[in-house]
C-alpha cells in the first residue's frame, strides 16, 4: 500500500513539473510585458517616459500587412532597429516603430518581444 501511494505522488510530480516550469518563464498573451529567455524588458514606470523618447527620436515607421503582435517575426530586410538607452534598463533587446507601434525585438531572431502601449 505504502509503494503504491509513493508511486502515485511519484507520478503526479513528474506530471505536474512541465506545468510549473512553464508557468515561470513570464510569457503573456496580449500587450503585457514578455520576457523571453530572461532579458529585462522597460518596466511600466519607465514607458511613458520611453515612449516620448522614441517620438523625440523621429524614428521611421517600418509597414507590415500583418498585425503587430507578441511573437511575430519582423522581415529580414527594410527594418532599422536602434539600441535602448541605457536610462531605461539593460536590455539585450532593440527598438523599432512598427505599423505606428513602438516595439521591443529579440535582434537574432527578430521576434517582437513587447508592444508597447
Not at 46 to 65: G, K, L, N
Amino acid at each position: 500500500m505504502r509503494n503504491r501511494i509513493l508511486a502515485l505522488a511519484t507520478l503526479g510530480v513528474a506530471l505536474g513539473a512541465p506545468i510549473a516550469a512553464q508557468a515561470q518563464t513570464g510569457i503573456t498573451v496580449g500587450r503585457a510585458p514578455v520576457v523571453v529567455e530572461g532579458g529585462p524588458t522597460i518596466t511600466v514606470e519607465q514607458r511613458p517616459a520611453f515612449r516620448d523618447y522614441v517620438v523625440e527620436q523621429r524614428v521611421p515607421a517600418f509597414r507590415i500587412p500583418d498585425r503587430v503582435v507578441v511573437g511575430a517575426t519582423l522581415p529580414e530586410s527594410g527594418v532599422t532597429y536602434y539600441d535602448v538607452p541605457q536610462r531605461f534598463g539593460a536590455t539585450t533587446y532593440r527598438y523599432t516603430v512598427v505599423n505606428g507601434e513602438t516595439v521591443l525585438v529579440e535582434p537574432r531572431s527578430r521576434r517582437i518581444v513587447e508592444v508597447m502601449d
